[in-house]
């Protein structure tokens, strides 16, 4: 069965600290997502991971992808209020972006 | 990036009724489309895949009496609720994948759907 699994499933934390989401999937795949949702409103894509190792960053935000693993991390660095959201992890098992299978997502709340 | 309009945004009906969403690739051809739905608080579960000029490929637990798809262009898909009812109130939320080249989707801005 394809799953993917996020944790933790919410996470407050104060302005300025860092913390790490973690997306686990259960089979081989080296294409990853990772998107920002806001309440009410669709998804924003923040990176996409296609091999084993790669490492994107933006701003405060950083994803890697370690295939090995079948993992992905969403670190965040020195949080603001701004980055309260939503996250969603999506894996691609097809190779061609014909299937996502998101994660659990995880929601996040930046406190003052 | 790529450019996917949804439409409307946001509907209410009567039980019973038909809603019509609207999906199009605004500056790329899009050969596949997909459509989710997400429940409050919940994630993203994929319903249908949408292939221009053949029949949608739906997922296991989706009625495709109940939730009609078409994909009559390269840059326009349809959802049809038909006969809908106040269970079927989410949010749907339709995606695009680029014919050639890059293997991503792009995802339209939501639609939600009420039914009283």
């Known amino acids: 069965e394809l799953k993917v699994e996020q944790n933790p499933l919410f996470l407050s934390m104060q302005e300025g600290k860092n913390y790490t989401i973690y997306c686990n999937y259960s089979?081989?795949?080296?294409?990853l997502y990772w998107y920002r949702q806001d309440p009410g409103k669709s998804l924003e894509s923040l990176f996409v991971?296609?091999?084993?190792?790669a490492v994107k960053q933006e701003g405060r935000l950083m994803a890697s992808l370690d295939t090995k693993a079948r993992l992905s991390t969403l670190h965040i660095t020195a949080a603001v209020h701004d980055l309260s959201a939503t996250y969603f992890c999506?894996?691609?098992?097809?190779?061609?972006?014909?299937?996502?299978?998101f994660g659990t997502g995880t929601r996040l709340q930046v406190t003052l | 990036g790529a450019v996917v309009s949804q439409h409307p945004s946001r509907v209410i009906c009567k039980s019973g009724t038909s809603v019509k969403i609207e999906c199009r690739s605004l500056?790329?051809?899009?050969?596949?489309m997909f459509w989710y739905r997400q429940f409050p608080k919940q994630s993203l579960m994929l319903m249908a895949t949408?292939?221009?000029?053949?029949?949608?490929?739906?997922e296991q637990g989706v009625e495709k009496d109940k939730f009609l798809i078409n994909h009559a262009s390269l840059t326009l898909s349809t959802l049809t609720v038909t006969s809908a009812h106040p269970e079927d109130s989410s949010f749907y939320i339709c995606?695009?994948?680029?014919?050639?080249?890059?293997?991503?989707?792009?995802f339209g801005a939501g639609t939600r759907l009420s039914v009283l």
């Open positions: 995606s695009a994948r680029v014919a050639q080249g890059k293997n991503i989707q792009y």
């Open positions: 089979t081989t795949s080296d294409r």
């Open positions: 991971l296609l091999s084993n190792g």
């Open positions: 999506a894996v691609d098992f097809t190779g061609t972006a014909s299937k996502l299978t």
């Open positions: 500056d790329f051809q899009a050969t596949t």
């Open positions: 949408s292939n221009e000029g053949s029949k949608a490929t739906y």
